[in-house]
């Protein structure tokens, strides 16, 4: 158990819905990253949240939204969903911004569209 | 555009040889760079960093070299083992945010 927790495991929707993917980091970590996993794709930024405050975007849909909630939980948003949004979606928390050691990832989110 | 690239999608080793995990990149603002390992149905965890300033960082069994010049950088695992069957990502970060750009990983199987 690395500490971070992500809900849900894997998550079955149809194209259009709606669906919300929730992280808790590691107790301590102010720092919430997420990032998206397509098939056979390298982990691709999507968001960065330092204690409550959106740090940095990446390559993020306008269809797509986060947040960090004051107990430093985060929650990420995926609208009108299209098949290609299927992929995994990782969490991960760093106590600061620019800690050496990388990381902690939570085990994801499988998000299947069909 | 691929600012991180690791070129080889799978490498198959012997147990106890070497084995070499390489990655390329193309941004010279670069300063940090990591190396993660995932299993299946688990997040990426962890395993080895180094940062611009040196050209080598040894833990145990595994040693990343950079190659500034060339924009390189390798994992080496030594004596390699059945366990470390997985798939290895390298990332570098750079700036204030230090979000990682991750390569698209490299499966290491190792054969008893």
């Known amino acids: 158990d690395s500490g971070v927790t992500q809900t849900p495991k894997h998550l079955i929707t149809a194209t259009g819905q709606r669906v919300t993917l929730r992280c808790s980091p590691r107790?301590?970590?102010?720092?919430v990253y997420w990032y998206q996993q397509s098939l056979d794709q390298g982990l691709q930024f999507l968001i960065h949240?330092?204690?409550?405050?959106?740090?940095a975007k990446g390559n993020i849909l306008e269809r797509f939204s986060a947040q960090q909630f004051p107990d430093l939980h985060s929650e990420l948003n995926l609208s009108s969903l299209e098949l290609g949004d299927s992929a995994l979606y990782f969490c991960?928390?760093?106590?600061?911004?620019?800690?050496?050691?990388?990381?902690?990832f939570g085990s994801g989110t499988r998000l299947t569209v069909v | 555009d691929q600012q991180v690239k690791q070129n080889s999608p799978s490498l198959s080793v012997q147990e106890g040889r070497i084995s070499i995990l390489n990655c390329d990149y193309t941004?010279?603002?670069?300063?940090?760079f990591l190396w993660y390992k995932k299993y299946p149905a688990e997040g990426p965890t962890f395993l080895i960093s180094?940062?611009?300033?040196?050209d080598k960082n040894e833990d145990g069994r595994f040693t990343v070299f950079l190659n500034k010049s060339a924009k390189h950088l390798s994992l080496h695992i030594v004596p390699s083992q059945p366990g470390d069957s997985a798939v290895y990502f390298c990332?570098?970060?750079?700036?204030?945010?230090?979000?990682?750009?991750f390569g698209s990983g490299t499966q290491l199987t190792v054969l008893p």
């Open positions: 991960a928390s760093s106590a600061f911004i620019g800690q050496g050691s990388g990381y902690t």
């Open positions: 107790s301590g970590d102010l720092s």
């Open positions: 949240y330092y204690n409550g405050e959106e740090r």
């Open positions: 941004n010279s603002m670069f300063d940090y």
């Open positions: 180094i940062s611009s300033i040196k």
């Open positions: 990332a570098a970060s750079s700036g204030s945010a230090r979000q990682l750009t």
